[in-house]
């Protein structure tokens, strides 16, 4: 009974903030299986969304304080539901622009088609706040589609809104409880930043590259090398992502809609091109790799891969200084 008196002030906030918004527009007519490493195809680089709604990841801006990272996550009986529901209907009064009401998943049910996810998620987490609640969205979810809600400190729940063919979800969407409370949290630097694309488990550091010629080349054409970044020895990591065999293995199973996150945040930016993946060198001396001239340039497409037109050892080297290198025999 505690914490249902504790929670219907903000519900009953919530309520009659959706109801005096339909007012006002009425009134103003507006897995997989372990494989070798990954071979070079063109992948388009990652994008990592900016935390957004009542508190990103370590976000001070819950006025009912911080979570705890240890909190215990089980699927029990939802006790927020009401508010993110009356949620989602006040932002399709306020914000019909972001929905297209043609096409609904189920007639009937107000499940419309999202025209623009990140103002859905966004829109929520606000209307949320506006009533009381602290709401963030999920930074442990790689598709960074869940949110995050809680009235006090003693519990929060998880709510999956999104469903993955773009609709609102209205049915089932309560996921979890945590107790006490899961967020905010402030994780620091050891974990990727939220909506990242990479979730749990979090890669551990990386320890090595493995750098092969993956394409050989000809007098005319060059060397087409291949790198797969790796970390470990961590059989405990390895294991939970899918490399039950092996103690060093990449960050994620090839195929993984992880995979190219998890490796952008494990191996950090190129010194040169400032973008993600290795800084790719000449040895000795660590000329950097800018074309013909200088014996190696980069792939257009991969940065993880490598066209090679001299002879010598070539070099991937992530930002914490790990990695590997292979000699490639051509003339100089």
């Known amino acids: 009974m505690t914490i249902v008196h504790r929670f219907r002030p903000a519900a009953a906030a919530l309520a009659a903030l959706g109801l005096a918004s339909i007012l006002t527009l009425s009134c103003g007519g507006g897995g997989g299986t372990p494989s070798s490493p990954s071979t070079p195809t063109p992948t388009a680089q990652p994008t990592t969304p900016p935390p957004t709604g009542g508190g990103g990841v370590g976000s001070s801006s819950c006025s009912l304080g911080s979570g705890s990272p240890n909190a215990q996550c089980v699927k029990g009986s939802a006790r927020l539901l009401d508010a993110v529901l009356t949620a989602q209907d006040a932002l399709v009064q306020q914000k019909p622009q972001i929905f297209d009401k043609t096409q609904e998943n189920g007639d009937g049910s107000g499940q419309y088609f999202v025209r623009d996810k990140e103002a859905y998620l966004d829109g929520l987490l606000s209307i949320l706040s506006s009533a009381g609640y602290c709401a963030q969205r999920d930074p ?45 949290v402030d994780y620091g630097t050891a974990v990727p930043p939220a909506g990242s694309g990479c979730g749990k488990p979090y890669p551990p550091p990386l320890s090595r590259f493995n750098v092969k010629i993956h394409i050989p080349g000809t007098d005319k054409d060059p060397d087409t090398l291949d790198s797969t970044p790796i970390v470990g020895p961590n059989l405990e990591y390895c294991t939970s992502i899918g490399y039950a065999d092996r103690t060093l293995c990449p960050v994620r199973l090839e195929g993984s809609p992880e995979r190219l996150a998890c490796e952008a945040w ?67």
Not at 149 to 166: A, I, P, R
Not at 170 to 175: D, K, M, S, V, W
Not at 311 to 328: F, K, L, P, Q, S
Request: aromatic fraction near 12%.
């Open 140 to 184: 442990e979810d790689y598709t960074y589609e869940k949110i995050l809600l809680k009235n006090e400190n003693g519990f929060s729940e998880t709510y999956d809104v999104l469903s993955s063919n773009g609709y609102m979800r209205r049915n089932g969407i309560y996921t979890e409880t945590c107790t006490p409370a899961s967020f905010p």
């Open 266 to 332: 494990a191996v950090g930016n190129a010194r040169d091109t400032g973008k993600p993946g290795p800084t790719w060198t000449r040895e000795p001396g660590g000329t950097l790799c800018t074309g013909p001239a200088s014996g190696c340039g980069h792939h257009e497409a991969n940065p993880y891969a490598l066209y090679v037109y001299k002879g010598g050892t070539y070099r991937a080297t992530a930002a914490n200084g790990a990695y590997g290198e292979v000699y490639v025999d051509r003339p100089q």
